[in-house]
């Protein structure tokens, strides 16, 4: 990430510490889990906490909350979003643990997976931890009741929508007779990947509602139109992270990891729909990936046979496309403070 959001990313990181840190004291536990009988061991606690630390503290490129922050500052709103950037960053990082246990992935940002390190058992629990540790940021929010409880309800609604997703995913890549199309692919990834961009613009509208002392009522234009564009730029960035996978590969995993996976993302649906015969070679590669792993010969030559085609190229355009108009459409916002900085986040993505 450039090194102009510097001071922001440290902000974010302080909050991010502050709400799981490597070593949870009596107080946080009492806050996480207020009116607890008796007494539980910190080292108890470390136990459930410590798969979604050690996801964080591996870095990670964090533009959802640093979207949330800039959207909020953007519209006059200052740092008032800050502590809500959890409710964006903890949920993709749990999905992340579960992905890789559902994935048979054993690697992540360039480290065993969680599951690996720790066991499935506590990579499971430690994952739906996170989605639900967030909550405790909104009862610390110095927001009006009204606006509380409508970020409660928003964080359900996205929430649901995150699992839809990743059921539709999961139900692809186990059937390869299965051939979704390009919209049901589309909506596969706004609900997975393009929700959570999505809340986090919300969240950015949400917190300057309440640094500016804003009824509900008032904000939903802002909310409805800067979190629909922010979904399109989540489903951009999932595509081109699709397409470097297949290509330069992803920093922290292995080139083509997504064949092992039998994953049916964009290059190899427009692949299976555009060309004849397409289906026995993507059969024969993602078999023989699946029982080789990806030193076997036919991730590359599936991935060749993806670029030759020009089903990479198109791909990477139709990613571009989205993040494309989904900056026009924060670009309406104006140069607000913080909204140069908001538009030049968008272009780092692409």
Not at 28 to 39: E, H, Q
Not at 214 to 224: G, N
Request: proline share 5%.
């Amino acid at each position: 990430m450039d090194s102009k959001y510097t001071p922001e990313l440290e902000k974010i990181e302080a909050v991010l510490s502050a709400y799981l840190p490597e070593n949870p004291g009596p107080a946080w536990i009492a806050g996480v889990f207020p009116g607890l009988p008796g007494t539980v061991s910190a080292d108890l606690v470390k136990s459930l906490t410590l798969p979604g630390w050690d996801l964080l503290s591996r870095g990670g490129k964090r533009w959802r909350p640093l979207l949330t922050t800039l959207v909020c500052k953007s519209l006059g709103g200052g740092d008032a979003a800050l502590v809500l950037t959890p409710l964006v960053e903890f949920p993709h990082n749990a999905s992340l643990i579960h992905d890789d246990i559902e994935d048979n992935s054993d690697e992540r940002r360039g480290k065993p997976a969680a599951h690996i390190l720790y066991g499935t058992d506590t990579a499971i629990n430690g994952g739906c931890f996170l989605y639900f540790l967030p909550l405790s940021c909104i009862d610390s929010w110095d927001a009006p009741m009204e606006l509380k409880n409508r970020v409660y309800r928003l964080w359900g609604e996205y929430m649901r929508r995150l699992h839809l997703g990743q059921a539709m995913d999961i139900s692809w890549h186990r059937d390869f007779a299965s051939l979704p199309g390009l919209e049901e692919y589309e909506l596969m990834c706004r609900l997975k990947t393009g929700c959570l961009a999505g809340l986090a613009a919300v969240l950015g509208v949400y917190g300057a509602a309440a640094g500016k002392g804003i009824r509900v009522e008032e904000i939903e234009p802002w909310s409805a139109r800067l979190g629909d564009a922010a979904e399109k730029l989540g489903v951009g960035f999932q595509i081109l992270d699709d397409v470097k996978n297949l290509s330069t590969g992803n920093p922290g995993k292995k080139r083509g990891d997504d064949i092992v996976e039998g994953k049916k993302s964009l290059p190899v649906l427009l692949y299976l729909h555009q060309h004849q015969g397409a289906r026995d070679l993507v059969a024969r590669c993602f078999t023989a990936a699946r029982a080789a792993g990806v030193g076997a010969p036919e991730v590359e030559e599936l991935i060749a046979e993806l670029d030759r085609s020009g089903s990479l190229g198109e791909a990477k355009s139709r990613g571009l496309a989205l993040i494309a108009g989904a900056r026009e459409t924060f670009a309406m916002e104006g140069a607000r403070e913080g909204g140069q900085g908001l538009l030049e986040l968008i272009d780092s993505i692409s």
